[in-house]
């Protein structure tokens, strides 16, 4: 069984926010109230909206497929640096997700090595995320690839302010 990582297409959109869908549910639904998972979901991972960032020039989606079929994406974006990044150059990675029936298959290393790869190529200085500060597998697996926490921000899930770790790896 080998990942095949590649750009998203812009007829993916409706199989990439199912995936989304599904993970970001699978994962965080334990936590929060079903309005607030529902009103998330249908504001980010609706075709549409998934189209629109695959269109935008300041996003790259890349998808993880096995025999075709769309397993985990990743998607990074220039965006305003959170302060403690200073004057860096960087990219955020805003999504990794990989279907639970494929963890520990290597498919997130597959698309976090594809993320990495992509900045280097843009000769940044720092590829950095967020991470919900209650999704300890997570934060292990972005540590093990050197990612280190500089800080802190809050991700609003409906009515529910969340803290996320900033987590930022040093690419020179």
Known sequence: MSVFIRTAKKEEAEAIGKLAAETFTETFEWYNTAQNMREYNNSHFKPNHILTEIEDKNSILY???????????????????????????????????????????????????????????????????GVWEHNPRAINFYTRMGFQKFGSHIFQLGDDAQTDYLMKLNLK
């Open 63 to 129: 998808v993880a497929l096995i025999d075709e079929v769309i397993i985990g994406y990743a998607k990074l974006k220039s965006s305003e640096a959170p302060e403690e990044l200073g004057t860096l150059s960087h990219i955020e990675i805003e999504r990794l997700y990989v279907s639970k029936n494929f963890h520990d298959k290597k498919v997130g290393l597959a698309l976090m090595n594809t993320c990495i790869e992509t900045a280097k190529q843009k000769n940044l200085d720092v590829i950095w995320l």
